[in-house]
């Protein structure tokens, strides 16, 4: 069974960092896209960052560019995403996702496979 745990997420004030972390276990998704995607109250799902096998490739939204930063070790098939200088608007539900096969689209809820149960990220102003 494949699972995505994520971990890190807090309170934090404005201007302050956080690094979440992603464990998956069940399969290993060394040669897939995993990414990050967050969900504010009342809003939709959307994406933050995503990351190609080798770690060569990221993608950003264009909300958290120069901010967060997204990677991966293999070896321990784990995800990360390094979150600074947060502020208030990025307050929302954090979610890691893998693709089960390679896919083109990477920045889209539909075209990610597995998902994690995400965790709470408050950013106070």
């Known amino acids: 069974q494949v699972q995505l745990i994520e971990t890190g997420g807090g309170l934090v004030q404005a201007g302050g960092s956080l690094r979440l972390s992603c464990a998956a276990s069940?399969?290993?998704?060394?040669?897939?896209?995993m990414g990050w995607f967050r969900q504010a109250p009342g809003k939709e799902r959307e994406f933050v960052a995503a990351?190609?096998?080798?770690?060569?490739?990221?993608k950003y939204a264009d909300s958290v560019k120069g901010r967060f930063s997204i990677s991966r070790d293999n070896a321990k098939n784990t995800l990360y995403l390094q979150m600074n200088n947060l502020e208030p608007e990025d307050t929302a539900v954090y979610y890691c996702?893998?693709?089960?096969?390679?896919?083109?689209?990477?920045?889209?809820?539909?075209?990610?496979?597995?998902w994690g149960q995400g965790t709470q990220v408050t950013v106070s102003s």
């Open positions: 069940g399969r290993s998704f060394r040669t897939d896209i």
């Open positions: 990351i190609r096998s080798t770690g060569h490739v990221r």
């Open positions: 996702a893998a693709q089960r096969l390679p896919r083109a689209i990477f920045n889209t809820v539909s075209a990610f496979d597995y």
